[in-house]
């Protein structure tokens, strides 16, 4: 199953609202994660079951979508969000990613 | 809390091997799948493969079937990666991750990573 996810790329200002979005080539149901990975570190869970909020995560991260279609969602951008974000599916094998969205500063 | 820790990893020569371990505390491992994803520099992250918590099942992505092969051992706590048959294009980041699927109940996607363990393949 490919995961297309778009954009590639965004600029953004903080305090300004971002969707980004993840296209299943099949139905995957809701079996799909959103991770953040910063720079040189390891990626964070972020939201599982297409709209589930992980532990510890705040509330301005959401999640929606079942199928094929899914977004991503930060209603206010804080400058610790700025990293790249990765849609994955564990609905069947191969497991795999999205390409990634990086989201930088404006 | 739960701690992922991988070790192992180095510069190695195209066709050599090499073997990746990750030593899990804080939670009961043998109720876990567990798995490995790796990161090429500069790209985006790349399921390996993983392994049932009670090692009766393992699934490799194409690219590394018939040269690598996880294992496990639940008394140690640990997952091992052993990588022979070594390709440039197998340089990268190795991360160990729990997941994605817990003994009981929904997917448990990755929610916890290790640092990594970095891979280099060249002569």
């Known amino acids: 199953i490919q995961l297309t996810q778009s954009p590639s790329s965004l600029s953004a200002s903080v305090g300004d609202r971002v969707s980004i979005t993840c296209r299943a080539s099949?139905?995957?149901?809701?079996?799909l994660a959103w991770y953040q990975q910063k720079p040189g570190k390891a990626p964070k869970l972020l939201i599982y079951a297409a709209s589930t909020l992980q532990s510890g995560v705040p509330s301005r991260f959401s999640g929606s979508g079942s199928g094929t279609d899914f977004t991503l969602t930060i209603s206010s951008l804080q400058p610790e969000d700025f990293a790249t974000y990765y849609c994955q599916q564990v609905n069947s094998y191969p497991l795999t990613f999205g390409g990634g969205t990086k989201v930088e500063i404006k | 809390e739960v701690h992922l820790v991988e070790s192992g990893g180095g510069l190695v020569q195209p066709g050599g091997s090499l073997r990746l371990s990750c030593a899990a505390s804080g939670f009961t491992f043998s109720n876990y799948w567990m798995s490995w994803v790796r990161q090429a520099p500069g790209k985006g992250l790349e399921w390996v493969a993983n392994k049932k918590e009670d090692g009766s099942e393992e699934y490799y992505v194409d690219s590394v079937e018939g040269r690598f092969t996880i294992s496990r051992d639940n008394a140690k706590n640990s997952l091992y990666l052993q990588m022979n048959s070594l390709r440039a294009e197998d340089t990268a980041v190795y991360y160990c991750a729990r997941g994605p699927w817990p003994i009981f109940g929904m997917p448990n996607y990755f929610d916890y990573w290790g640092p990594g363990a970095l891979v280099t393949v060249s002569s």
């Open positions: 099949q139905g995957i149901s809701s079996l």
